[in-house]
């Protein structure tokens, strides 16, 4: 069993950063492959961007490449989305989510795959 607590979410004008944090506990971290996800009104919950449980490999949706860095701290048991050049597009609800390492690493996009969730923070972007 892996606890996740999401952190640091707020309001943020266009073009802002904000940093995501999300604490483990519960199971070994490094156990695990780490995702984020977004869930803006109206919408299906969308992959944002994953990293390896070593931390070498990372992964990023085409919406935030380039503006966004996932990043983890195993002996924190915390990982993190620096987000930078933020849209309004970007507004959403995020959550982080935990995918034991046992799965194909093809998996890392599919929500269904992911079976530890937090509670979500929430990013505002304003025009």
């Known amino acids: 069993q892996v606890q996740l607590v999401e952190s640091g979410g707020g309001l943020v004008q266009a073009g802002g950063s904000l940093r995501l944090s999300c604490a483990a506990s519960?199971?070994?971290?490094?156990?695990?492959?780490m995702g984020w996800f977004r869930q803006a009104p109206g919408l299906e919950r969308e992959f944002v961007a994953a990293?390896?449980?070593?931390?070498?490999?990372?992964y990023y949706a085409d919406s935030v490449k380039g503006r966004f860095t996932i990043s983890r701290d195993n002996a924190k048991n915390t990982v993190y989305l620096q987000m930078n050049s933020l849209k309004p597009e970007d507004t959403a609800v995020y959550y982080c989510?935990?995918?034991?390492?046992?799965?194909?690493?093809?998996?890392?996009?599919?929500?269904?795959?992911?079976?530890?969730w937090g509670q979500g923070t929430q990013v505002t972007v304003s025009s």
């Open positions: 519960g199971r070994t971290f490094s156990s695990y492959r």
């Open positions: 989510a935990a995918q034991d390492k046992t799965y194909n690493s093809s998996s890392i996009y599919r929500i269904s795959a992911y079976g530890y």
């Open positions: 990293i390896s449980w070593s931390g070498i490999s990372t």
